[in-house]
Each structure stands twice: as structure tokens, then as C-alpha cells.
């Protein structure tokens, strides 16, 4: 699997003007809907299920990097967007450092776990030190793809 399969660059927004958790989840859905994927509605119960999972615990990995996730009824597929907030944002991340790259999963619960292979996928990539701030430098969302795909092997 790659992970680049699950990610367009009309799903990443590089400068996020999102001041909470909430804010992130909103602005990153709302990217989605001006893509046709999402409408209102769907924006919505996705944005509601990003933050029911944030209840149970948080999806701040740790080291400016959130993997929140969710799946949806009617998506057909899965898809990841990426979203860059050079200020940080709070998630309660493990370790107390401010979110500044977040990877959000959606997925179709018409394949189920897939979401959960692809949040496993994304948890090993993000293990590469360099990732976040190579993604953090990006001028453009073709860029960040490119970084992805450079350490997605």
C-alpha cells in the first residue's frame, strides 16, 4: 500500500488559520466539501466524529504531529488530508508539544479497518524525523506529496 494512493493535493491546505482542535477539524473538512467530496451535512457529521474520537484520547502523537481519524457512511473512499498550522495548535498530545502538521484519515465504513491500516501506514512514515519539517517548508501541496512519497517506501 501507498500512502500517496489516499492523498490529493486539493486535500492539503498548507497554512491553516485554525486557533483550537475544533477550528483544525472545521477548516481541514471544509478543504474536503470544496472538493465536491464532502457536502454540508457531511462536513459536519465528519468534524462531530473527529471530535467524538478526540474524546476517547487524543490523536497528538507527539512531536507536532496529530493523526486524527474517522470513517463516514456514503464516502466511497478513503482519503487523507494534510494540514500545516505554522502557529500550533493544543491536542493534548502526548507530549504536551503544540500539533503543527496533522494527517487526517477518513474513511468509507463501506470497507471497513481500512482507516486503521492506513493510520498504521502513516504512524511508521511518521517516524522519520526529518517529515514534519520537510512538509512544514512546502511552498505548495504538490511539494508536501513529494516529501511523503520520498519516505513512503
Known sequence: ????DYMKPEWITLNLK????????????????????????GIGALVNKLEERES????????????????????????????V??????????????????????????VPRLHIQVLARLVRLCRHKDLKEKIMECSAPEKALEAIRMVDV
Open 1 to 4: 500500500m501507498s500512502i500517496i
Open 85 to 110: 498550522i505554522p502557529d500550533g495548535v493544543d491536542f493534548g498530545s502526548l507530549d504536551s508539544q503544540p500539533v503543527k502538521v496533522v494527517f487526517m484519515i477518513v474513511g468509507s465504513q463501506s
Open 56 to 83: 476517547l484520547s487524543t490523536t497528538g502523537v507527539g512531536e507536532g504531529i496529530a493523526l486524527p481519524h474517522a470513517s463516514l457512511k456514503g464516502l466511497k473512499e478513503t482519503v487523507i488530508g494534510i494540514g
Open 18 to 41: 485554525s486557533k483550537s482542535r475544533h477550528e483544525v477539524f472545521l477548516e481541514m473538512a471544509s478543504a474536503l466539501g470544496r472538493t465536491g467530496l464532502l457536502d454540508d451535512e
